[in-house]
C-alpha cells in the first residue's frame, strides 16, 4: 500500500469501526481492478488536483458525513 494511503486509513478507526477489515478491503479493491490504458495527462492532473485537495482538508469524514445525515 502506498504511504499515503497507510496515512490515511492506518490510524483513521477504519479497521476497528468494520470488525478490523477496512484497510484490508481497500487493499483488496486497489489490487482487483487492473486498467492497462495509460493515464491521460487530463487524468493525471484530476488525481493530483483531488490529492492536493485532500492535502488541504478537503474532505469530510465518515464521522462527520454521519452527523451531516442524521445517522448520529
Do not use: N, Y
Request: net charge negative.
Amino acid at each position: 500500500m502506498c504511504k499515503r494511503c497507510e496515512s490515511w486509513f492506518g490510524g483513521s478507526g477504519l479497521e476497528e469501526e468494520r470488525g478490523g477489515t477496512g484497510l484490508a478491503e481497500f487493499e483488496r479493491g486497489l489490487e482487483s481492478e487492473v486498467d492497462d490504458e495509460p493515464l491521460t495527462d487530463e487524468e493525471i492532473a484530476e488525481i493530483q488536483e483531488a490529492l492536493e485537495e485532500v492535502d488541504r482538508g478537503g474532505f469530510v469524514t465518515h464521522e462527520e458525513l454521519k452527523r451531516d445525515l442524521g445517522l448520529e
